[in-house]
């Protein structure tokens, strides 16, 4: 069973070592994604804090001549008094315009694979193949918990020669890969399982969700009513006053706009105990009568909802600040490392058979 056991590791880890690797790298960058942005592209990303902020129509405004040929789907509200609003055309995946929001100039428009995050997160996501490269780190992420368990198993040597397995000895290459491979992957496990675990739900997030609801008995929110045309829209910034009217906690960090006659306007906002970096708070509202269609608290959500609230926030290391996201990106590197010790392992014995 042993020897079973090792052949499906190696094979597995063949199989998946170049993507996880890849993953990895791309995944550890990305948990100070924001912050390595902001230092690669400071022309893009940093403002001069000015004495108040610009009207949001004047800035979509300045983002639709900019940018003529889609309409503003989505506004991603700065964190703090020194960053940029950034505008994204036609969907999450067009083209986003970079906007100080105290003089509503534009700083640059940007493809979504132009700056060093995009293109970080192209990969760590799609593997530059849209739909078919999700779907298959989604199934490296399965390996990855395959590979995780049955490490675990091929490494533990006893409670007697505990303190001898976790050691790294000198004599060649081969051995010092193979203690190194069998060490970091020990002292990383349940990270290795937990980024595995989330890495899958987040691609094959419908099917998670409909056992989650399954098992916990419970039905998905209701999506709301969509809304009737009637006249011009109000100004974004009313709209946005009565969203705040009606949930005043918490800090906007996306407004989502309506790309149809018959779609609200939904005010995103994090709550100062969330540990998702973007909140899980929803207002949507009626953008021609200004009235709350629909209003959503992360903490008023059923078991269901909590549980799959906490996956993203798991999977990017934000659950314990700025601790555990040093600790995830400490991981991603060490996913890679193992990755590349394993395969240099591998090349080593079979060129010695050879």
């Known amino acids: 069973m042993m020897r079973l056991l090792y052949q499906l590791h190696k094979y597995l880890g063949l199989a998946a070592g170049v993507v996880l690797l890849l993953s990895g790298l791309t995944g550890g960058l990305l948990v100070f994604g924001d912050e390595l942005e902001r230092a690669w592209h400071p022309a893009l990303k940093r403002v001069e804090p000015g004495a108040a902020p610009a009207a949001l129509e004047t800035l979509l405004d300045r983002a639709r001549a900019a940018y003529p040929d889609a309409a503003p789907a989505y506004i991603r509200m700065p964190l703090d008094a020194t960053q940029a609003v950034e505008v994204y055309m036609g969907s999450d995946e067009g083209p986003r315009v970079f906007l100080d929001p105290y003089r509503a100039t534009v700083l640059g428009v940007r493809g979504p ?5 995009g293109l970080l997160l192209a990969l760590h996501t799609q593997l530059f193949a849209g739909e078919a490269g999700e779907t298959t780190l989604g199934v490296a992420a399965l390996v990855l918990l395959a590979l995780a368990i049955s490490g675990a198993v091929l490494w533990w040597p006893g409670w007697r020669r505990l303190a001898g397995a976790l050691r790294i000895r000198s004599g060649g290459w081969l051995r010092t890969c193979s203690d190194l491979h069998r060490v970091a992957g020990i002292l990383t496990l349940i990270f290795l399982l937990i980024t595995g675990a989330t890495g899958a739900v987040l691609v094959f997030h419908e099917t998670f969700t409909r056992v989650l609801f399954g098992l916990t008995a419970a039905a998905p929110p209701a999506p709301p009513a969509p ?87 798991l999977h990017i290391g934000t659950v314990g600040g700025v601790t555990t996201r040093v600790i995830q990106a400490a991981v991603g590197v060490s996913l890679a490392m193992l990755c590349f010790a394993g395969l240099v392992m591998w090349g080593m014995r079979r060129r010695a058979i050879i």
């Open 227 to 313: 809304v009737r045309a009637a006249g011009d829209p109000l100004p974004l910034d009313e709209i946005v006053r009565r969203a705040e009217a009606a949930m005043p906690e918490g800090r906007i960090t996306w407004l989502y706009l309506p790309l149809a006659a018959d779609q609200p306007v939904i005010v995103r906002k994090k709550l100062p105990e969330e540990v998702h970096p973007n909140g899980r708070n929803f207002v949507h509202v009626d953008p021609y009568r200004g009235e709350i269609v629909q209003r959503r608290l992360s903490r008023d959500a059923v078991l269901a909802v909590r549980i799959d609230n906490l996956v993203y926030p």
């Open 113 to 117: 694979r132009d700056t060093f995050k």
